[in-house]
C-alpha cells in the first residue's frame, strides 16, 4: 500500500515536470526537467522491482542524456554566436546568406 | 485554431488507445511462462544468480551484440560528425574558465571510486542488478568529472579506441568460442559454471559483461570529448 503511494506521488511529480519542460521559455530548465523526469522514472522502476533498469534510467536517462544536451545547447549557442559575428564583420556575405 | 483542435483530438486519441494499459498497469504476482520458464532454467542452466543478466548476455545474447553495434555507430556519428567543422578553436581556448577549488577536489577524491564502482558494477552483473552497460556509463562519468575539472584536458585517444577495439574483439571471440566449444554463439558454457553466486561463475557471463562495460564506457568517453569540442 505504501509503496502504490510512493509511485502515484512519483508519477504524478512526472507528469507536472513534463509539462513544465514543454510549457518552459527557457531550454536550460527545460532540459533540468527532462532529467528529473528520468531520475523520477527510476525511481518508479526500483519502487516496482525492476533494479537493472533502474540503474540504467538513473545513469543513461538522467545522467547521460542531461549532459549530451546540456553540451548541446552550449555548441548550438556558441555557434549562433559564430554566425552572428561573421555577418557582423562582412556585410555583403550577410546580404549572401539573407538572400 | 484548427491546428489546435487537431492536435487536441490526436491527444485524445492515443489517450483513448492507452485507456486500457493503464487498467493493467500493476506489480503482477504471478510470473507468465516465459518468465517463469526463465527464473526456472538460468540457475540451472548458467548458474547466474541475476536471471536478468543471464537473459541479456546469454539467451538474448545475440540482441545484445547488436545493441553494441548500433552504440558504436552512433558514437562514431556523432564524433564524424563534430570533428569535421572544429567549432571554435581560437576563441574558445583563451576564455576557457578555470573549475572552482570544491569541484577539482572532489574530481580527485572521486575519480578513482567511480571508476572501481563502474568495474564492480559490470564485473558483478551476473551476481546483483547492473551489468556493462551501466558501469560503462559510471566509468564514462568519471571521465566527464575530469573533463568538468580541467577544461584543457584531453582524453588520451590512442588507449581508448585500443580498449575500445580489443574488447570488441573479446565479445565476439567469446561468442564465437561459444559456437564451437559449445551449444552456439555467445553461448557461454566454455567456462566451468562454478557454484551459484560465486564471483568467478556463470561460465563466460562476467568476461563477456566485461569486455561490454570497457567497450561502452571507452565509446561514450570518447562521445563526451567530441562533444565538448576544443580540440586541434
Not at chain 2, 143 to 159: E, Q, Y
Not at chain 2, 181 to 204: I, M, Q, V
Given at each position: 500500500?505504501?509503496?502504490?503511494?510512493?509511485?502515484?506521488?512519483?508519477?504524478?511529480?512526472?507528469?507536472?515536470?513534463?509539462?513544465?519542460?514543454?510549457?518552459?521559455?527557457s531550454?536550460l530548465v527545460s532540459?533540468?526537467?527532462s532529467g528529473?523526469?528520468?531520475?523520477a522514472?527510476s525511481?518508479?522502476?526500483?519502487?516496482?522491482?525492476?533494479?537493472?533498469v533502474?540503474?540504467?534510467?538513473?545513469?543513461?536517462?538522467?545522467?547521460?542524456?542531461?549532459?549530451?544536451?546540456l553540451?548541446?545547447?552550449?555548441?548550438?549557442?556558441?555557434a549562433?554566436?559564430?554566425?552572428?559575428?561573421?555577418r557582423?564583420?562582412?556585410p555583403?556575405?550577410?546580404?549572401?546568406?539573407?538572400? | 485554431m484548427m491546428?489546435?483542435?487537431?492536435?487536441?483530438l490526436?491527444?485524445a486519441?492515443?489517450?483513448?488507445?492507452f485507456?486500457?494499459?493503464?487498467?493493467?498497469?500493476g506489480?503482477v504476482?504471478?510470473?507468465g511462462?516465459?518468465?517463469s520458464?526463465?527464473?526456472?532454467?538460468?540457475?540451472?542452466?548458467?548458474?547466474?544468480?541475476?536471471?536478468?543478466?543471464?537473459?541479456?548476455?546469454?539467451?538474448?545474447?545475440?540482441?545484445?551484440?547488436?545493441?553494441?553495434?548500433?552504440?558504436?555507430a552512433?558514437?562514431?556519428?556523432?564524433?564524424?560528425?563534430?570533428t569535421?567543422?572544429?567549432?571554435?578553436?581560437?576563441?574558445?581556448?583563451?576564455?576557457?574558465?578555470?573549475?572552482?577549488?570544491i569541484l577539482?577536489?572532489a574530481?580527485?577524491i572521486?575519480t578513482?571510486?567511480?571508476?572501481?564502482f563502474g568495474?564492480?558494477?559490470?564485473?558483478?552483473?551476473?551476481?546483483?542488478?547492473?551489468?556493462?552497460?551501466?558501469g560503462?556509463?559510471v566509468i564514462?562519468?568519471?571521465v566527464?568529472?575530469?573533463?568538468?575539472?580541467?577544461?584543457?584536458?584531453?582524453?588520451?585517444h590512442?588507449?581508448m579506441?585500443?580498449?575500445?577495439?580489443?574488447?570488441?574483439?573479446?565479445?565476439?571471440?567469446?561468442?564465437?568460442?561459444?559456437?564451437?566449444l559449445?551449444?552456439?554463439f555467445?553461448?557461454?558454457?566454455?567456462?566451468?559454471?562454478?557454484?551459484?553466486g560465486?564471483?568467478?561463475?556463470?561460465?563466460?557471463?562476467?568476461?563477456i559483461?566485461?569486455?561490454?562495460?570497457l567497450?561502452?564506457?571507452?565509446e561514450?568517453?570518447?562521445?563526451?570529448?567530441?562533444?565538448?569540442?576544443?580540440?586541434?
Amino acid at each position: 500500500m505504501a509503496i502504490d503511494i510512493a509511485i502515484l506521488a512519483t508519477g504524478v511529480f512526472m507528469v507536472i515536470a513534463g509539462i513544465a519542460a514543454i510549457a518552459t521559455k527557457s531550454l536550460l530548465v527545460s532540459i533540468i526537467l527532462s532529467g528529473g523526469v528520468s531520475l523520477a522514472a527510476s525511481v518508479v522502476f526500483l519502487l516496482m522491482g525492476a533494479p537493472d533498469v533502474a540503474m540504467t534510467e538513473a545513469a543513461i536517462g538522467s545522467g547521460l542524456t542531461t549532459v549530451v544536451f546540456l553540451y548541446a545547447l552550449a555548441r548550438s549557442k556558441q555557434a549562433d554566436d559564430e554566425d552572428s559575428s561573421e555577418r557582423a564583420d562582412t556585410p555583403a556575405a550577410g546580404i549572401g546568406g539573407a538572400s | 485554431m484548427m491546428r489546435k483542435v487537431m492536435v487536441m483530438l490526436a491527444l485524445a486519441g492515443f489517450a483513448f488507445a492507452f485507456l486500457p494499459l493503464a487498467f493493467m498497469a500493476g506489480v503482477v504476482k504471478e510470473p507468465g511462462a516465459l518468465a517463469s520458464a526463465y527464473l526456472e532454467n538460468s540457475p540451472r542452466d548458467f548458474a547466474a544468480a541475476n536471471v536478468v543478466t543471464a537473459i541479456v548476455v546469454s539467451y538474448r545474447g545475440f540482441d545484445t551484440l547488436g545493441e553494441v553495434a548500433v552504440l558504436f555507430a552512433a558514437t562514431a556519428g556523432v564524433g564524424a560528425l563534430l570533428t569535421r567543422k572544429r567549432l571554435g578553436v581560437s576563441e574558445t581556448a583563451g576564455n576557457k574558465r578555470e573549475a572552482t577549488e570544491i569541484l577539482r577536489t572532489a574530481t580527485g577524491i572521486l575519480t578513482g571510486l567511480l571508476v572501481m564502482f563502474g568495474a564492480y558494477i559490470f564485473m558483478h552483473g551476473h551476481l546483483t542488478p547492473g551489468g556493462g552497460f551501466q558501469g560503462g556509463v559510471v566509468i564514462a562519468t568519471a571521465v566527464l568529472l575530469n573533463l568538468l575539472a580541467s577544461p584543457g584536458a584531453r582524453v588520451a585517444h590512442g588507449v581508448m579506441t585500443a580498449v575500445e577495439s580489443l574488447s570488441g574483439a573479446t565479445y565476439v571471440g567469446l561468442g564465437l568460442l561459444g559456437a564451437f566449444l559449445a551449444w552456439g554463439f555467445l553461448d557461454p558454457r566454455t567456462l566451468p559454471l562454478g557454484t551459484l553466486g560465486a564471483l568467478a561463475s556463470a561460465g563466460a557471463i562476467p568476461l563477456i559483461y566485461s569486455a561490454i562495460g570497457l567497450k561502452v564506457g571507452a565509446e561514450l568517453s570518447g562521445m563526451l570529448e567530441a562533444l565538448k569540442g576544443d580540440r586541434e
